[in-house]
């Protein structure tokens, strides 16, 4: 099996990427489709890509932080509830490229803004506040479709909802929407299996560098890191992935 020296750039980013993203309890979808996207990884491919890896580091970084007690169960069943179906639906249907570019690039975009300015910031946070059930699961019906629909798994809505609400610590959040990514990217892979025959090999390349990266990044998010400056250059790079997606 011979690979590109694209190939191995595209697996360098992801690897960086997946350390990001793991150590925030997040799968990296975004950042992964960004980055396929620059690199110029066929679009159909990017969808089935961005699942599979996403589960392959939401599945090891969700165990990391629920084995380190940093999880809410009462905030992730009822998101997890609404996400799972719709999450199915939307990775089953098919959006024609006008569509999936545009929405995609918004997502990386909203991505790329949170990164950078940290919205919730701004919101008086607790980190006690009573789980709305029907909330919970609105909250899920709507990220689970738009995980679907595009190959992500929505941590990235999650994780600032539920800490403008108030229901968990920020330690907490991460590995909450660590598992719901697993779930809502599983939901996702099954909605759209069709779309299997589409990743190429290249996929083994990039799974390796996921497992290492996720294997770095959760110790780093549950011991010592502070990741503000590298999540603005990463804000950065996913506004600019965002904008190629609508724009061109």
């Known amino acids: 099996m011979e690979f590109l020296l694209a190939d191995y750039l595209t697996a360098l980013f992801i690897f960086f990427g997946a350390i990001l993203y793991s150590s925030v309890g997040h799968g990296g979808a975004s950042a992964y489709i960004a980055i396929m996207s620059l690199m110029g990884t066929p679009s159909l491919s990017i969808k089935p890509i961005g699942l599979v890896l996403n589960i392959l580091v939401s599945s090891i970084s969700s165990f990391r932080f629920i084995k380190n007690k940093l999880f809410s169960l009462k905030v992730f069943l009822p998101v997890v509830l609404g996400s799972v179906p719709t999450a199915f639906l939307g990775g ?135 990741e503000n400056n590298v999540k603005k250059a990463l804000g950065l790079v996913l506004i600019v992935a965002g904008l190629k997606f609508i724009l061109m």
């Open 92 to 226: 089953y249907i098919q959006l024609a490229p006008e569509v999936y570019k545009p929405l995609v690039g918004f997502i990386l975009l909203f991505a790329g803004a949170q990164f950078l300015f940290n919205f919730s910031q701004y919101f008086n946070i607790k980190s006690n506040e009573p789980v709305n059930p029907l909330i919970g699961i609105l909250a899920g019906l709507i990220i689970g479709l738009l995980s679907g629909l595009t190959g992500t798994g929505g941590g990235i809505f999650l994780s600032p909802l539920i800490l403008i609400l108030g229901w968990t610590t920020i330690k907490g959040a991460s590995g909450t929407a660590a598992a719901f990514i697993f779930f809502n990217s599983v939901s996702g892979l099954i909605g759209n299996i069709a779309s299997v025959n589409l990743i190429p090999n290249t996929i083994f390349l990039f799974l390796f560098a996921v497992l290492f990266g996720v294997i770095i990044g959760t110790q780093l998010g549950i011991k010592i890191l502070n």
